[in-house]
């Protein structure tokens, strides 16, 4: 069992950055996929990013291509998304999630969520 709790969200304007961070809890969690979603009101949960066990493969959503980096940290049990460069259109509730597969984009894969951090963008 994995438990995942995102910390880092927050109110900026257009064009600054914030940094979300997601503790995981379980010995396993080393051995999974990781990701960040998003999902804004009125919208579907969407992909931002994801990674591997092992911390490669980054891969991410066409919106936030060269903005948004993903990193983990197997020793400390933790992944993170740093994003740059700001947008309204970023506006969502971002959600860290693992997977038992040890890479995947796919949604459907991902069985472990945490409760979500709000990201608000003014411009």
């Known amino acids: 069992q994995v438990q995942l709790v995102e910390s880092g969200g927050g109110s900026v304007q257009a064009g600054e950055s914030l940094r979300l961070s997601c503790a995981a809890s379980?010995?396993?969690?080393?051995?999974?996929?990781a990701g960040w979603f998003r999902q804004a009101p009125g919208k579907e949960r969407e992909l931002v990013a994801g990674?591997?066990?092992?911390?490669?493969?980054?891969s991410y959503a066409d919106a936030v291509k060269g903005r948004f980096t993903i990193s983990r940290d197997n020793a400390k049990n933790t992944v993170s998304l740093q994003m740059h460069s700001l947008k309204p259109a970023d506006t969502a509730v971002y959600y860290c999630?693992?997977?038992?597969?040890?890479?995947?984009?796919?949604?459907?894969?991902?069985?472990?969520w945490g409760q979500g951090t709000q990201v608000t963008v003014s411009s």
């Open positions: 999630a693992a997977s038992t597969l040890s890479w995947t984009t796919s949604r459907a894969d991902y069985h472990y």
């Open positions: 379980g010995r396993t969690f080393s051995s999974y996929g």
């Open positions: 990674i591997s066990w092992r911390g490669t493969l980054p």
